[in-house]
């Protein structure tokens, strides 16, 4: 089968994901000096920053010209949620990032049952209804805020990295406006969590 410019983009945006992982992992798998350290942090935040504008542009353009496919609605969300919790888990596994490791986990744990609740929601439309649900407005709007999330907690830590700049100590201790983002996204994760499954109980049939 061929596919469409959106959907490679989507599996681009897949392929991308174990090699986001890969770098960002190298300073906790091998002695690297610091300055190589910040370098694999910084080509791991473009090359998230890139994954993520690939999902901006695959739904742009299926919309556009009309080249919305089943296998789009079904892959583009998946696609997201392997993005988005292969970078948290790397949150959580490297050192640089353990001021907010205490909330962090309470958002990957949030972001990881919404998930699968959604896809079992998803799963059952379409072994019930042969009808295949696509993200609906919250659903993009939290994906949007994780992404944010991500990215202001990677790139936080470089910009107080930066010589000679003068921040609060307490800035660079609790790190503020990681630990924001991550409460705001926690919470938009639950909502729309809560959402997609109230809209999609009529799929869930336990007689059959």
Not at 146 to 168: F, R
Request: proline content about 5%; glycine content about 6%.
């Amino acid at each position: 089968m061929k596919m469409n410019l959106p959907n490679k983009l989507t599996v681009l945006r897949m392929i991308m994901v174990p090699i986001f992982m890969a770098v960002m992992a190298i300073p906790e798998l091998f002695a690297i000096g610091s300055t190589a350290h910040v370098i694999c942090n910084i080509v791991g935040v473009v090359l998230f920053i890139a994954a993520s504008l690939t999902d901006m542009l695959d739904g742009k353009i299926a919309r556009k010209y009309g080249l919305v496919t089943n296998f789009g609605k079904f892959m583009d969300p998946l696609a997201d949620k392997l993005m988005v919790i292969g970078a948290m888990l790397m949150i959580l596994y490297k050192s640089d990032y353990e001021a907010i490791h205490p909330l962090f986990i309470w958002a990957t744990v949030a972001v990881i049952f919404r998930e699968l609740a959604v896809t079992g929601i998803r799963l059952l439309a379409v072994q019930g209804d042969g009808q295949v649900i696509a993200a609906n407005m919250l659903g993009k709007i939290k994906t949007v805020l994780q992404i944010v999330c991500i990215c202001t907690v990677i790139i936080e830590p470089l910009i107080y990295a930066i010589p000679d700049l003068s921040v609060p100590a307490f800035m660079t201790t609790y790190m503020p406006l990681s630990l924001a983002t991550t409460a705001a996204m926690i919470v938009i994760t639950v909502w729309s969590g809560i959402n997609y499954l109230a809209g999609g109980a009529k799929y869930i049939k336990p007689d059959q």
